[in-house]
C-alpha cells in the first residue's frame, strides 16, 4: 500500500500543479492584461513592418520616377542642342532686324528729357476729411 499510495500521492501533485498553472495563466487579472499587452505588441509589429514595406514601395517608386524624369530632361536636352544647331545654321543669309529704317552702325541711345517720376501730382484722397464735403 505505501507503493500505492506515492504514486497517488506524485499524480496528484503533478495534476495539482498544471491546475494551479492553468488557473493562474488564464482566469487570474494579471494573466489577461499580459495577454492583452502581448497582442496590442503583436500587432504594433506587424503594422510597423507593414508601414516599412510600405515606405520602401514609396520611396523605390519615387526613385523610377525621378529616373525617368532624368532620362526625359536628357532627351529634351539633346532634342533641343540638335535643333537649335539646325535651326540656327538653315538662315544664314537672314537676320533679325526689327528695326529695318533706322542704321545698323549707329549705336541706339534712348534720350530722356527728365527722369521718370514714381508720384502723381494729383492727391490721392487718402487724408481727406469726409466731414468737410
Given at each position: 500500500m505505501d507503493k500505492?499510495?506515492?504514486?497517488?500521492?506524485?499524480?496528484?501533485l503533478v495534476v495539482g500543479f498544471i491546475l494551479g498553472f492553468i488557473f493562474m495563466n488564464i482566469i487570474s487579472p494579471k494573466a489577461r492584461k499580459y495577454a492583452k499587452i502581448k497582442q496590442e505588441l503583436d500587432q504594433a509589429k506587424d503594422e510597423l513592418v507593414e508601414q516599412k514595406q510600405?515606405?520602401?514601395?514609396?520611396f523605390s517608386h519615387s526613385?523610377?520616377?525621378l529616373d525617368n524624369m532624368a532620362k526625359?530632361?536628357?532627351?529634351?536636352?539633346?532634342?533641343?542642342?540638335?535643333?537649335?544647331?539646325?535651326?540656327?545654321?538653315?538662315?544664314?543669309?537672314?537676320s533679325l532686324d526689327f528695326d529695318s529704317t533706322s542704321d545698323s552702325d549707329e549705336p541706339k541711345e534712348i534720350m530722356l528729357d527728365k527722369q521718370p517720376r514714381d508720384y502723381s501730382d494729383n492727391s490721392s484722397g487718402l487724408f481727406k476729411d469726409e466731414n468737410k464735403s
Open positions: 500505492y499510495i506515492f504514486t497517488y500521492l506524485i499524480i496528484g510600405m515606405i520602401a514601395k514609396h526613385a523610377e520616377i526625359e530632361f536628357r532627351r529634351l536636352y539633346q532634342h533641343m542642342a540638335e535643333n537649335s544647331t539646325q535651326f540656327i545654321h538653315s538662315d544664314k543669309g537672314a
